[in-house]
């Protein structure tokens, strides 16, 4: 069996901490704000899946000119779709922006995290 490596593993739990906490804010009664952090989550977890494929296939050994410029375009169409949502969100009157901020900072939240328990696993390993 394959083990998951460290991207896999902080795009599942990114999605898994989306699900959890879109349902327990949604079953607090406040449907709006679960779907802003959801939103926001979503966003989040694009911009990971698109800088992940850019680097495994752009950026990669033996990756030609064409295949770099492919990912460049992939960039500027991904911050100008995230504009474009961002603003719709601006303008939307059920939004919850703090909510939609808090579930755009969830990639990186699991990010340092991981990173955290990697250094603390390495620490007392180190003491043992």
């Known amino acids: 069996m394959k083990?998951?490596?460290l991207l896999d593993r902080i795009l599942k739990m990114s999605v898994g901490?989306?699900?959890?906490v879109?349902?327990?804010v949604a079953s607090l009664g406040r449907a709006w704000e679960g779907l802003s952090f959801a939103i926001g989550a979503a966003v989040s977890?694009?911009?990971?899946?698109?800088l992940?494929?850019?680097i495994e296939h752009g950026f990669r050994p033996g990756a030609g000119r064409k295949a770099r410029v492919v990912t460049v375009i992939g960039a500027v169409v991904k911050y100008g779709l995230a504009g474009w949502l961002i603003a719709l969100m601006v303008r939307w009157p059920h939004?919850?922006?703090g909510f939609f901020l808090a579930g755009a900072t969830t990639v990186p939240a699991v990010i340092v995290l991981k990173a955290l328990g990697q250094l603390l696993a390495?620490?007392?390993a180190k003491k043992r």
């Open 45 to 50: 977890i694009g911009f990971f899946l698109a």
């Open 95 to 97: 939004a919850r922006m």
């Open 17 to 20: 901490v989306t699900v959890f």
């Open 122 to 124: 390495e620490a007392s």
């Open 22 to 24: 879109t349902l327990y």
């Open 3 to 5: 083990e998951d490596g």
């Open 52 to 54: 992940r494929a850019g």
